[in-house]
């Protein structure tokens, strides 16, 4: 028999919190205010990302691409606010169909994620 196997699972896992999918968001509750984003990233093997750690999140490129009824509207920058959570804002002023897709990219080690998420957003 053998040592066994080594299995590498490259990337990251990502789970967009906030806003939640297919949430119905009245526009008079977000009108003239930054509307946030959160999402939660961890790496495929669990490890945290962190500020300077060994997952250092300042080496990862973390983005959203913002849609409303299917046209690109903002790329959002995403920014770690604590272990594994990131977040950034844009305001929203009109209603319609919403979809962000949140990626997260480490050129140096070629580890890359993504979600997405849609939501409403009515009068």
């Known amino acids: 028999m053998g040592e066994g196997i080594i299995l590498e699972i490259p990337g990251y896992i990502i789970d967009i919190l906030k806003p939640r999918t297919h949430q119905y968001i009245a526009l008079n509750t977000i009108k003239d205010k930054p509307f946030q984003f959160q999402a939660n990233i961890v790496m495929m093997c669990g490890c945290v990302?962190?500020?300077?750690?060994i997952w250092n999140s300042d080496?990862?490129?973390v983005k959203g691409i913002?849609?409303?009824?299917?046209?690109?509207?903002?790329?959002?920058?995403?920014?770690?606010v604590s272990t594994n959570l990131f977040?950034?804002?844009?305001?929203i002023n009109a209603s319609g169909n919403y979809e962000l897709i949140l990626y997260a990219y480490d050129k140096k080690t070629g580890n890359t994620g993504v979600d997405k998420v849609n939501y409403v957003v009515f009068e």
């Open 49 to 53: 990302i962190d500020k300077g750690g």
């Open 59 to 61: 080496e990862i490129e």
């Open 66 to 80: 913002l849609k409303k009824d299917g046209k690109v509207i903002k790329n959002v920058d995403m920014s770690l």
């Open 87 to 91: 977040e950034g804002n844009h305001p």
